[in-house]
């Protein structure tokens, strides 16, 4: 036993109970630290865990409103659109029949074939 108390008191010769007692505080507040940036990262983002849907449904719906409202005063400050015109229909009657425009052409045609000979 007197070799078991020899050997403890030169282990413990370099320990003091006051380095012991800052190295707990230290490790227990290294364990804090990563408590809370586990919880950090756990964390939903953007959302806390009191959501109301049918509180963001009605705002929702508000907002709406208020969009379509402020639509409806603007309406008539919108510039216009010129009317598109139309071709005008002619007032004379047509012919009842094709003209002989293939006559004229193939004079044409003839005209040319003689003027390259």
Known sequence: ??????????AYQHIDIDKVDEQMA????QQE???????AISRPVGFGDDVDEDELS?????LEQEELAQELLHVGDKEEE??????????????????PKADEDAEALKQLAEWVS
């Open 1 to 10: 036993m007197e070799l078991a108390v020899h050997g403890m008191r030169k």
């Open 26 to 29: 230290d490790i227990t507040e």
């Open 33 to 39: 630290v990563a408590q809370q940036i586990s919880d």
């Open 58 to 62: 009605e705002e929702l719906k508000e």
């Open 82 to 99: 010129p009317p598109v015109k139309l071709a005008r229909v002619p007032s004379t009657q047509l012919p009842a029949g094709p003209t």
